[in-house]
């Protein structure tokens, strides 16, 4: 074996040396410093809330449909105008309905023209019949006709009432005062009202204030009535919370997949018009509210020290470090907001210390790396 050789191989037990006592001697990772995270007891507000999702809609929408079928002809408004009611939206092509008009008065006409013949006819018999002339069979016969002249008349007036009523119905109109939010109709769309009433335009009557329509779990339910605030907030606007007031818990449940929720309605001012149509709200339900009351990390109350024999009070309970040791102290609780939760009772006071967790749960293990020696 040449010295060379042998110098590489002292190098590398000895680079291999350093390595295993650097990275893989010590199993254990050392904890330096305090073997507890705590927190200090406060005061402050705490706000319990429930949290749901609902959609935004104006309180009044109307749907604008037409009754007759046809051709639209003309448009007279576009998105996003303002509307007042009955202010012409759109007109169908009247054509062939003013040409069914012009028939309908045509046999109306001709109706009045067989009725005054059959009157005629039968003031004539009437005075033949006083006569003697004719028989009482053949004067049936003529009132038969006289009646039949009349209900033809009256048939054909409505049908002139009809068609006249239809030609006014190619005229949409705004049946309220709004907002126009959506239009479905273009110039040169046929329309047709044979089977389902087509919606041509969606009017909002006032976008000041608006609704949310928000769906419950059943477990949260019971807590919520009316007059209840909320507060919420927009995908649009995150840095603004909105507030508003339930209107409505409606008792009729929805169940999809044996999952009960309920439909609760609440009305949200808009003055500014930033809230629009169809935005998600992210809701928060006010269920209680406590002020200047002390409070704890629910971290604190999940906290259990890892020794199996730690003292156990059957309650909530958060742990002290007293001589270097986790000490229990039983507690009563009050409302929660998900982060903090009330103390209604115990011996605690403002500015105590307790713990939230194990200072080695911050240590991330280290990485060891190891040589192997062939």
Not at 16 to 36: C, H, L, M, R
Not at 63 to 73: A, F, L, R
Not at 195 to 210: E, G, H, N, V, W
């Amino acid at each position: 074996m040449s010295k060379f050789r042998t110098k590489k191989i002292i190098i590398a037990l000895a680079l291999a040396t350093v390595a295993y006592f650097y990275w893989g001697g010590n199993d254990k990772p050392e904890i330096s410093g305090e073997q507890y995270v705590t927190r200090v007891v406060d005061r402050s507000d705490i706000v319990q809330t429930i949290s749901a999702n609902g959609t935004l809609t104006p309180v009044v929408l109307v749907n604008v449909g037409t009754q007759v079928s046809g051709t639209v002809y003309k448009l007279h408004v576009d998105f996003n105008d303002e509307v007042e009611i009955d202010q012409v939206l759109a007109e169908l092509d009247p054509t062939l309905l003013k040409a069914q008009l012009e028939q309908s008065k045509a046999n109306k006409l001709s109706a009045k023209t067989v009725l005054r013949i059959a009157e005629s006819k039968r003031q004539r018999h009437h005075m033949l019949i006083e006569k003697g002339f004719i028989s009482d069979e053949a004067m049936d016969v003529i009132e038969q006709e006289a009646e039949l002249a009349r209900a033809q008349y009256e048939v054909s007036k409505a049908q002139v009432v009809r068609d006249d009523a239809n030609l006014n119905y190619s005229i949409i109109k705004s049946p309220i005062s709004g907002v126009v939010i959506a239009r479905d109709i273009d110039i040169g769309q046929t329309v047709a009202a044979n089977f389902q009433t087509p919606i041509l335009f969606q009017i909002a009557k006032d976008l000041s204030q608006m609704q949310i329509n928000i769906s419950v779990a059943e477990a949260d339910i019971g807590q919520l009535h009316t007059d209840q605030q909320i507060n919420f907030t927009v995908d649009a606007y995150l840095d603004n919370t909105f507030t508003g007031t339930v209107k409505q818990v409606r008792l009729n449940p929805t169940i999809q997949e044996n999952v009960v929720t309920y439909n609760v309605i609440a009305m949200v001012s808009n003055d500014d018009g930033m809230l629009l149509p169809g935005m998600t709200a992210n809701i928060h339900f006010v269920v209680a509210k406590r002020n200047d009351v002390l409070r704890v990390p629910n971290a604190a109350l999940r906290y259990q020290p890892k020794d199996a024999e730690a003292e156990k009070l059957g309650g909530p309970t958060i742990y002290q470090v007293k001589n270097g040791l986790p000490t229990p102290l039983l507690i009563s609780t009050g409302i929660t907001d998900g982060n903090f939760t009330e103390i209604t009772g115990g011996d605690i006071k403002a500015g105590d210390s307790f713990i939230v967790r194990d200072a080695s749960d911050d240590k991330k293990p280290e990485r060891k790396l190891k040589f192997r020696m062939f």
